[in-house]
């Protein structure tokens, strides 16, 4: 593929990060429009989105740096090398909702029902990111002996060469396209505050545990398992959405978006 898109002298404009970030100003504009039909405000979105960016990508670098720790012990500038590739989506997303939660508990807005307007943008927003990855070469696949197997040979990427492999990376994206699609038919049908991030949480793991089964790069077993990490923290995900999809009650027919105080 083609991890570096345009070099000009020094400076290179590497896919990965491109990827990376127009997924992160898709999912902004959707959860920005998805805002404005609720009455929520553009710069509270923005806010908001500012926050989980950052978070989000702390939180993935770090599980990606202690899933490889013995690595980055011996090369610790690379830590900061995002362009890359070596993102744990699950690890981002722990911590960015931790850091959303505690600042919509400060601004005291309703958690569940901003969090549906933040769902399918980052559905979206995800799957964008995935092509990234392809072109990066990371969250590569098996050896596979398939039609749809692909070979990576820049020596630039970050999968191995000359070897066919499963297209982990575009079975990710494509679930997530589908995910962002469903979410906004659960979006227009939603019942209670709440519901429309469930199902994220529950469809995005079982697309995870699904696509790990095809995933060829390590990240690291539970000890005397067979189970990655990513594996762990999915089924865990999973479990906990499908428990919370029932214990939160539909109350009534209120399906007012969020708004705060502050407003």
Known sequence: MYPDLISIGPLTIHTYGLFVALGFASAIYVIIRLGKREG????QIMDMAFIGIVWAIIG?????????????????????KLWQGGLVFSGGLIVA?????????????????????????????????????????????????IPW????????????????LHPTQAYAALGGFLLFGILLF??????????VFI????????FRLLVERFRGDHRGLIPGTEMSTTQ??????????????????PK????????????
């Open 199 to 206: 199902w994220y949480l529950i469809l995005h793991s079982t």
């Open 97 to 145: 909702l931790a850091a959303l939660a505690w600042h919509m508990r400060r601004r005291r807005m309703p958690v569940l029902a901003t969090a549906d307007l933040f769902a399918p943008g980052l559905a979206l927003g995800q799957a964008i990111g995935r092509i990234g990855c392809f072109f990066a070469g990371c969250c590569y696949g098996r050896p596979a002996d």
């Open 252 to 263: 009534g027919s209120d399906r007012q978006g969020p708004r705060s105080d502050s407003e």
């Open 60 to 80: 993935s670098r770090l599980f990606y740096v202690l899933l490889n720790l013995g690595y980055y012990r011996q090369n610790p500038l690379d830590i900061l």
């Open 40 to 43: 929520v405000p553009p710069q």
């Open 186 to 195: 659960v979006m227009k049908k939603r019942t209670f505050p709440g519901q």
């Open 149 to 164: 197997a692909v070979v990576f040979t820049d020596p630039q990427c970050l999968a191995p060469l000359h070897l066919p």
């Open 232 to 249: 762990l923290l999915s089924l865990v995900v999973l479990i906990g959405s499908v428990v919370a999809l029932y214990v939160i009650k």
